[in-house]
Structures are given as structure tokens and as C-alpha cells.
């Protein structure tokens, strides 16, 4: 059974750091794109950031760039997501999901993912 669970999440205060993990099991984890979501309340889900198992695509929504860095490791099935600079409005539960994907493809922030993580809030106190 394929399960994703994410930790890390807490109540910062802006411009602090956060890292969250994601662990993955019961699907070949170098096979699939890992995708981080976040949704703030009375807000729609929003694409973080992506990294593709395939071939390695690193992709992050323009808000985060330059403050939130994605990295995993395949002998962990572990995907972390490195969060500096927060702000107010990164406040929001974050979720971790794959999806199958092959090399050459990349990683899509928009994609349709086939597993879901139950999230971890963040909340970031201004």
C-alpha cells in the first residue's frame, strides 16, 4: 500500500525556518515525481515545488524561489522541502504526493498525482 507521510511542520515566526520531510513507502520511489502542495485557508491548493525520481527536474512555484529548497534521498525514500525567509502567507497545511513519471518528462507543479500525504500545517506568525 502506497503511503506518504509528512513532519516538520510548526509555528514560526516570520523569517524563520522550517524543514519538512515527506516519507514515502509501498511504491517504487524512483519511479515517481514527488510534488509538494500547500493550502492556506479559504485558499485553492497551489504547487509548490516538484522533483522528478526519473531524472532528477527541479521545479518551484515563483513565490518560493530563492527562499525554499526541495531535495530528496532514494536510499530514504525521503523528499524534504528546506523553507528560509517564511513569510505570513506561506502559512498553510502542506502536502507531499507522487506520481508515476519517466525520464525526460520532468516534474509539473499542476499535475494530476496518484498519492497523497494527510499534511502537515505551518504557520508562520508575522
Known amino acids: 500500500e502506497a503511503r506518504l507521510v509528512e513532519s516538520g511542520g510548526g509555528l514560526v515566526q516570520a523569517g524563520g525556518s522550517l524543514r519538512l520531510s515527506c516519507t514515502a513507502s509501498?511504491?517504487?520511489?524512483?519511479?515517481?515525481?514527488i510534488n509538494w502542495f500547500r493550502q492556506a485557508p479559504g485558499k485553492e491548493r497551489e504547487g509548490v515545488s516538484c522533483i522528478s525520481g526519473p531524472d532528477g527536474t527541479i521545479e518551484y512555484v515563483d513565490s518560493v524561489k530563492g527562499r525554499f529548497t526541495i531535495s530528496s534521498n532514494t536510499a530514504e525514500n525521503m523528499v524534504w522541502l528546506q523553507m528560509n525567509s517564511l513569510q505570513a502567507e506561506d502559512t498553510a497545511v502542506y502536502y507531499c504526493a507522487a506520481a508515476f513519471s519517466i525520464k525526460g518528462y520532468g516534474c509539473y507543479l499542476d499535475d494530476d498525482m496518484e498519492y497523497w500525504g494527510t499534511g502537515t500545517l505551518v504557520t508562520v506568525s508575522s
Open positions: 509501498g511504491f517504487a520511489f524512483d519511479d515517481y515525481n
